[in-house]
């Protein structure tokens, strides 16, 4: 059975390079391309059932997952800022399509980072609901002036050499 959520936050679990990857990228990714702030938090999970929550795959040299989930706060105002919109404006399709773009750049950005020598192909970001319940995840939480954001890495490296 999976460990509760509250046990994967804390100290990295996984190789260093993944680990620093994992702890930085997210924010630089959140302030260069969506011009928002976001700084590490502690673990508090009762958001969640409320957060929009987006999965994306990623085979290759290491075959995983990323979950990402938003408080809708954050959400809509991640959105607004990188559509260049007022926040009156943002609907909550809108708000969806920018977080599933989110997930694809946060995704690419921490693997590329964590293992710039790996192929590694990511499936479409698509709506999830639940909360995770991986095994082994790497986890960090974030908090924004608008609201939180918390993503999940699951992985695992891949059994034989991958064609490229």
């Known amino acids: 059975m999976s460990e509760p959520i509250e046990l994967l936050c804390g100290p990295a679990a996984g190789p260093d390079a993944f680990s620093d990857a994992f702890s930085r990228v997210p924010a630089e990714v959140l302030e260069t391309m969506f011009f928002a702030e976001a700084e590490p938090a502690c673990c508090e999970h009762a958001w969640l059932p409320s957060a929009e929550a987006v999965c994306i795959g990623f085979d290759g040299s290491h075959t995983g997952v990323m979950r990402l989930c938003v408080s809708r706060e954050a959400a809509d105002s991640i959105a607004s800022a990188f559509l260049g919109l007022e926040p009156m404006e943002i609907t909550e399709a809108l708000a969806a399509q920018v977080i599933l773009e989110l997930a694809n750049i946060l995704c690419g950005a921490i693997l590329s980072h964590a293992w710039p020598e790996s192929k590694l192909a990511l499936s479409p970001p698509q709506v999830c609901a639940g909360a995770p319940e991986y095994e082994r995840a790497e986890h960090h939480c974030f908090e924004m002036p608008e ?8 992985w695992s490296e891949a059994a034989g050499p991958v064609e490229g």
């Open 147 to 154: 609201g939180k954001l918390a993503v999940w890495v699951h």
